[in-house]
């Protein structure tokens, strides 16, 4: 693997994906910006960036966390970097650790885990392991591009399934009607529910937000599918950002109702490390009108600074603002009829299968 980024030669090959440049990440001792030499041929149009396929060489697949101001204190992610290039995504800082760039590289060198399933029967296996519900889609997206051929999300909830343990999705993409065979079963046990993620419903603001990510229109049929087959579902309208979506919070709540979702939540735009720089890099391209705006009600919401970190205010913000959002979030939810009963996944059913070879307990 490269010790730096891979910085592209020209930056119309970032076409079709969310960040709009490639630096090296914060651990670097290079840092590699795009130069315009005079020497590009305008009339040439640069092969678009591919995506590439690397192997995770981990050896766990449950990452825990103990944040006092997060409802799950385990997930999995089966995937590093996501193809969706949503150009907010907090976790685009964790490709520096990989000495990637947070910017295109996280969107187009995506690590898989083919060998997820069975490292997570190995664990829940364990005669220690108790069960609580396990959360996907916390980082990356379970169901972005890739794992339409690699199914290794699928894999992952045959073996949850197996071992009747709870787990909560979110995700941006309709490819998780694809595993309702799975999921409905569960959902009438009560191990699974489901969260559709939408930011807007105007689809050419998702398109650059959101360039690989599903259209709006798709999310909300993913939402009507998951409750036709008896899954609960969510809508996070996530992330907000001032001056640019916050305006449409009533009616993405509003649509998702109508599609079938019971409960709801939202989460304000997080600019942490490199992203506050691949945010305003975007936003001053793709909407330059609104950019010195939309910052400026970022720094109101966050102390003066474009992030706080502070546990329980870093995904509500403070300040009016920020309450404003928080009171037109719950007036909206009482109206709407949204959060009103929400029974706790079961953790009481979970079990280890029999192995072959297994010796058989006597009744």
């Known amino acids: 693997m490269e010790s730096a980024a891979n910085i592209s030669a020209d930056v119309r090959s970032l076409r079709g994906r969310g960040a709009r440049s490639n630096a090296s990440g914060r651990y ?3 840092t590699r910006v795009l130069v315009d030499d005079g020497w590009t041929n305008e009339d040439e149009t640069p092969p678009p960036l591919k995506t590439e396929v690397l192997r995770d060489s981990s050896r766990t697949i449950i990452t825990r966390n103990a944040s006092p101001d997060i409802s799950f204190d385990r997930s999995i992610n089966p995937y590093k970097g996501c193809e969706h290039g949503c150009v907010y995504c907090f976790a685009r800082p964790t490709h520096a650790y990989l000495g990637l760039s947070p910017g295109a590289d996280f969107e187009s060198r995506i690590f898989a885990k083919p060998n997820a399933a069975e490292l997570l029967a190995r664990e829940l296996a364990h005669p220690g392991y108790v069960p609580r519900v396990m959360a996907m889609g916390t980082n ?3 169901y972005q591009p890739l794992e339409r051929s690699l199914k290794i999300t699928r894999s992952i909830l045959e073996v949850l399934r197996d071992f ?7 995700t941006k993409s309709p490819l998780i009607l694809r595993d309702i065979d799975i999921l409905g079963p569960m959902a009438e046990m009560g191990l699974a529910r489901a969260a559709l993620s939408i930011t807007t419903l105007d689809r050419k603001l998702a398109r650059a937000m959101e360039p690989r990510a599903g259209t709006p229109s ?19 309208f996530a992330p907000v950002i001032p001056a640019l979506n916050d305006d449409e919070m009533e009616s993405v709540l509003g649509a998702a109702v109508k599609a079938g979702a019971t409960s709801a939540g939202y989460v304000l735009l997080r600019l942490p490390l490199e992203i506050k720089d691949l945010f305003r890099e975007w936003l001053e391209e793709k909407a330059p009108n609104r950019a010195k705006h939309v910052i400026s009600l970022i720094k109101q919401m966050r ?6 970190s502070q546990w329980h205010t870093r ?4 300040g009016p603002y920020a309450e404003m959002i928080g009171r037109r979030f719950q007036m909206a939810v009482k109206r709407l009829g949204l959060n009103q009963e929400r029974t706790p996944l079961a953790t ?7 192995k072959s070879g297994d010796q058989l307990k006597l009744l």
Do not use: C, Q, W
């Not at 995904?315 to 403070?318: A, D, E, Q, R, S």
């Open 28 to 30: 670097e001792r290079e």
């Open 140 to 142: 990356t997206d379970p």
């Open 164 to 170: 009747r343990h709870p787990v909560g999705i979110v």
């Open 218 to 236: 798709r999310r909300l049929d993913a939402i009507s599918g998951l409750t036709r087959a008896g899954i609960p579902t969510a809508v996070m």
């Open 303 to 308: 102390g003066g600074k474009e992030y706080d």
């Open 315 to 318: 995904m509500k913000g403070t």
């Open 348 to 354: 009481n059913l979970f079990r280890r299968p029999a």
